[in-house]
């Protein structure tokens, strides 16, 4: 049912909403932390569980649990991955990009910030990133983006390639969340369009996502909708699953926002 809300109520929800964004805002860090320094270090051996190599067009998908971390590296050249992510202990749990950029006051997610779930706990801390440029609103290609893009072309999307995905997790597309597309410079004009804005890549970037739940994770390498090359190239991308080193006690991602605080400490009642 539809309530018609009086303009007192409005303004004072408005004030209200002004009053909290001010508290989040001097709270929070006045920019990010610079990007993680080229090339990318090498991991310890001993820290490595798993690497894998997403071929362009394909997908990966595998079982994260807490304190481990995500390499994803364009060692091969520049393409856009696109990340999805489950709890992996109930999966109606799942990655939530509105909440992301709401409670961080942000769209420019970068070394330092984190991604949220949709019932407030923190998913990700990232805690390297040499790009900082990723796109958390626009969404993966679909077959009909990459059939308008690529005409005449045979190729692969991401909307299909994590249905394919959920699929072999016991899930199926409505239980597949907004992507958070890694490696790719959207911006936002004035008038709420997306535009692609600069180079995909500083040459071989990689970002690390540090796993602050158990989670089941999903990967696609396919071009962005408004990646400009006519060309439909997507190159392969490395992956490492390793043991991140431990949290230390100011660990920025724990503790850059109030809305960050607060996540963490619902994270620890399920985790209790």
């Not at 490696?183 to 004009?189: L, R, S, Y």
């Not at 408004?226 to 490395?238: F, G, K, S, T």
């Amino acid at each position: 049912m539809h309530v018609r809300r009086s303009a007192e109520e409005i303004a004072a929800n408005r004030q209200r909403y002004e009053e909290h964004q001010k508290k989040g805002l001097e709270f929070a860090p006045k920019a990010l932390p610079s990007a993680s320094a080229l090339p990318a270090p090498a991991i310890q051996p001993s820290a490595i569980i798993h690497q894998e190599t997403i071929p362009g067009g394909w997908y990966w998908w595998t079982l994260l649990k807490r304190g481990e971390a995500l390499r994803i590296d364009q060692q091969d050249g520049a393409s856009t991955v696109a990340l999805i992510a489950w709890n992996a202990a109930d999966t109606s749990e799942r990655l939530n990009l509105v909440d992301t950029v709401k409670v961080q006051w942000t769209t420019a997610l970068g070394k330092g910030r984190v991604i949220f779930s949709d019932m407030g706990r923190v998913m990700f801390s990232m805690i390297e990133d040499s790009s900082g440029a990723h796109d958390c609103l626009m969404g993966g290609s679909t077959a009909a983006s990459n059939a308008a893009r690529y005409p005449g072309a045979k190729t692969r999307n991401t909307r299909d390639n994590f249905i394919l995905a959920a699929g072999k997790l016991g899930l199926d597309r409505r239980d597949i969340p907004a992507v958070l597309n890694l490696f790719a410079p959207v911006q936002i004009d004035d008038a709420g369009g997306f535009h692609w804005r600069g180079k995909p890549s500083n040459g071989a970037d990689y970002a690390e996502l540090r796993a602050e739940m158990d989670m089941l994770a999903g990967l696609s390498n396919c071009p962005h909708p408004l990646d400009p090359n006519p060309v439909y190239a997507p190159a392969p991308v490395a992956v490492t699953r390793f043991r991140a080193a431990a949290r230390a006690a100011d660990d920025l991602a724990r503790t850059a926002t109030a809305e960050a605080v607060r996540g963490f400490e619902n994270n620890a009642m399920m985790q209790a």
